[in-house]
């Protein structure tokens, strides 16, 4: 499938949003030991304090980025996301040469000013990430929202955050009707 903006690409960004959508997912080494750095971005997330936070993430930044076998990227957490006529801007990520990549993120709603919700958070950094991996891990010279590239984040997310599993006896009974 192909987003509505793959018809305004030349052949050659066409040939990179293909291969771009032909990568599902992106296997973490042992993702269950990632678990405490997910608590504590949890925990900072919670806190509302930008400095602990921007810490947690850079962490589990640096951890995801060493499990994968790329270099990591400068991470920043801002506090208000800016906001526009369409929209708010969740989080960024810009490379130049010569220059370390950056990842930023923002912790807050445009309108209240809140704390956005920790799988929100999470998700925005890790689409983020996903740049950065879609530039070093698959070597990719354009980084295109695909298909691929979401279904790319979701599985670091659930790697990340496992779905519960439900035990046979914990499950509802089924009731018939008559």
């Known amino acids: 499938m192909t ?4 018809d305004n690409l030349s052949t050659a960004q066409q040939r990179v949003y ?5 990568v599902a ?22 806190s509302g304090e930008r400095a602990p936070l921007e810490d947690a993430t850079a962490r589990l930044s640096d951890s995801l980025c060493e ?7 400068k991470v920043e957490v801002l ?33 209240h000013a809140r704390v956005v919700a920790f799988r929100t958070y999470l998700r925005t950094f890790l689409h983020e990430l996903c740049h950065h ?16 590239f979401f279904k790319r984040e979701s599985s670091l997310f659930h790697q990340l955050v496992p ?9 509802r009974p089924r009731t018939s009707r008559v």
């Open 3 to 6: 987003f509505d903006y793959y």
């Open 18 to 22: 293909r291969m771009s959508d032909g």
């Open 25 to 46: 997912a992106l296997r973490v080494r042992e993702p269950h030991a990632l678990a405490p750095h997910v608590e504590a971005l949890r925990l900072a997330l919670a």
């Open 67 to 73: 499990r994968l076998d790329v270099a990591p990227a």
């Open 79 to 111: 506090e208000v996301r800016p906001s526009f006529e369409t929209g708010e801007l969740h989080g960024l990520y810009t490379r130049a040469p010569g220059r370390r990549p950056r990842l930023q993120v923002w912790m807050r709603t445009a309108r």
């Open 133 to 148: 991996l879609d530039f070093l891990l698959l070597e990719l010279p354009h980084s295109f929202h695909t298909e691929g």
């Open 163 to 171: 779905r519960p599993t439900t035990s046979p006896s914990r499950r």
